[in-house]
C-alpha cells in the first residue's frame, strides 16, 4: 500500500517538476530570444550609425563615399545589406546581400526568400532637411541558429534531469510517508492486539449469558434483558472479527495460505450457504452464466468476499426484490459481478463505501447488525490477491459490484509455490 503511494508521490512529484521545467524553459528560451534580438538591434544601431557619414548629398543626390571601411567593420559580425532612399522613400542604392527593398520602421523584423531580416534605419537630415534614410538589414541566422543550440542543450539535459527528479520524488516521498507508515502500522498493531484482548472477554460474557439464560428461564424480564446483552456481545464479537480480518488482509502473512483454487466451486458454495437467508426474506438468488475459474488466492478470504457482497446485496434489498451472480472467466481476468434490485446509492457515496465505518443508510445497517467494515474487508482482501473491485449504482435502481481478478498465471503477488489445495 504504502509502496505504491510512494511511486504516487514520486509520480506527482515528476509531473509538477517537469511542468515547472518546461515552463522555465520556455521562459528562458524567450528571454534568452530577446537579448539576442535586442544584441542584434544594437549592433544595427551602431552599423548605421557608423555608416550615415558616409551618404553625401549633392547636386547628383544621394551616394556613399568610404563603403568599404563600415563593411569591413561590419563583416566580423554579419555582412549587411546596406540601403539608401530618398526623401521620397525610394529605394536608390543599395549595397551588399539582397534584402528586403522596403523603407521600414526601426527594429522592425521581415521574413523574405532568404530569410528573417532585423532592420533599423535612420534619417539623413541635410541643412535641417530630410533628404533621405539609411536603413541596414542584418540576417538573423545567427541569432535562430544559437537558440536552436540552446534548446538542443535543454533537450540533451531533459534526460539526465528527469532522471534526477525521479530519484529525488521517490526519496522525497520515501522521507515524507515514512512518519505516517510508521504510525499505521503502530494503529495496525494496536488494533490485532486489542481484537486478540477482547475476544476473551466477550466470549466469557456470552458464556455468562448463557448460563444466566438458563437459571432465569421463568423471568421473562430477565430473559429479555440478556436477549439484549446477548445481541450486543454478537455485534462487539463481529466487530472484533471484522478488524482482525481487515488487519490480517492488509499483512503478508496472507500470502501463507494462498494455493491452486476455483473460484466457481467457492462462489457455488457461498450461494448454496446463504440461499436460506434469501429464501426467509423473500428474496430471488439468481445464478447466471458461472464459467469455470481458477486462480491463486487464499479459499476462506474469497469465500469473505462473496459472503460480504451477498448479504450487503441482500441488506439493501427489500421483499421481493433480486439478487443476480455471474462468474466470467477471459484470456487475462476473472470477472465477478453481483447486482441487485435494491435501494441503491447516490453518486456521492460511491466513492465512500469502501471506506472504514462508513454506511450509506445508517438505519438499515444498524438494524442489520453491520459494523460498516465489510465493503473495507472485501476491497482489502481483493487488493491483497491483486485484483481490483468497482461499483455502479444510483438510488431506487440498485447497485452492481464488480470484482477483477488475475487468472491463474497472470498474479505476481505471491512469490513461493503455491500448494494444490485440496
Request: proline share 4%.
Amino acid at each position: 500500500m504504502f509502496k505504491s503511494l510512494k511511486l504516487k508521490l514520486a509520480a506527482q512529484f515528476l509531473v509538477l517538476s517537469l511542468v515547472v521545467y518546461a515552463a522555465m524553459t520556455a521562459l528562458g528560451v524567450y528571454i534568452f530570444h530577446r537579448g539576442l534580438t535586442e544584441l542584434l538591434d544594437d549592433r544595427l544601431a551602431l552599423l548605421t550609425a557608423s555608416m550615415a557619414p558616409s551618404v553625401k548629398y549633392d547636386k547628383s543626390g544621394l551616394h556613399m563615399n568610404e563603403l568599404l571601411k563600415p563593411l569591413k567593420i561590419a563583416s566580423a559580425y554579419l555582412t549587411p545589406t546596406v540601403q539608401i532612399y530618398d526623401a521620397d522613400r525610394k529605394l536608390v542604392i543599395a549595397y551588399g546581400p539582397p534584402g528586403v527593398e522596403q523603407l521600414l520602421p526601426p527594429n522592425s523584423e521581415v521574413n523574405f526568400e532568404e530569410g528573417t531580416l532585423r532592420t533599423y534605419c535612420q534619417s539623413i537630415i541635410e541643412k535641417g532637411q530630410t533628404v533621405g534614410y539609411l536603413q541596414v538589414e542584418l540576417s538573423t541566422d545567427h541569432r535562430e541558429k544559437a537558440i536552436s543550440e540552446f534548446i538542443e542543450a535543454l533537450s540533451v539535459l531533459a534526460p539526465l534531469l528527469i532522471l534526477a527528479f525521479s530519484l529525488s520524488g521517490y526519496w522525497f516521498s520515501s522521507w515524507a510517508i515514512k512518519p505516517i507508515e510508521e504510525t499505521f502500522k503502530l494503529l495496525q498493531r494496536f488494533i490485532a492486539d486489542a481484537g486478540h484482548e477482547l475476544k476473551t472477554p466477550i466470549a466469557i460474557i456470552q458464556a455468562t449469558c448463557e448460563n444466566l439464560a438458563a437459571d432465569l428461564e421463568s423471568n421473562a424480564q430477565a430473559q429479555h434483558r440478556l436477549a439484549v446483552i446477548e445481541r450486543s456481545t454478537e455485534r462487539m464479537q463481529k466487530l472484533v472479527a471484522d478488524l482482525l480480518t481487515l488487519t490480517k488482509a492488509k499483512q503478508p502473512r496472507l500470502a501463507q495460505h494462498i494455493s491452486h483454487l476455483r473460484l466457481d466451486v467457492i462462489l457455488q458454495d457461498a450461494l448454496n450457504e446463504m440461499s436460506e437467508l434469501f429464501e426467509d426474506k423473500q428474496v430471488s438468488l439468481r445464478a447466471e452464466t458461472i464459467q469455470t475459474a481458477k486462480l491463486l488466492g487464499d479459499r476462506d478470504s474469497l469465500h469473505r468476499v462473496i459472503t460480504n457482497l451477498l448479504e450487503n446485496a441482500l441488506h439493501y434489498t427489500d421483499t421481493g426484490g433480486t439478487v443476480t451472480v455471474g462468474l466470467q472467466s477471459g484470456l487475462n481476468n476473472i470477472t465477478l459481478k453481483i447486482s441487485d434490485t435494491g435501494i441503491g446509492m447516490p453518486a456521492e457515496s460511491l466513492d465512500k463505501i469502501f471506506d472504514r465505518f462508513y454506511r450509506v443508510d445508517e438505519s438499515r445497517s444498524r438494524a442489520a447488525g453491520g459494523s460498516g467494515l465489510g465493503l473495507s474487508i472485501v476491497k482489502a482482501i481483493i487488493e491483497a490477491h491483486h485484483g481490483n473491485i468497482t461499483v455502479q449504482s444510483s438510488p431506487g435502481k440498485g447497485s452492481t459490484f464488480t470484482v477483477i481478478f488475475p487468472v491463474l498465471g497472470q498474479s505476481t503477488f505471491f512469490r513461493q509455490a503455491p500448494k494444490p489445495s485440496a
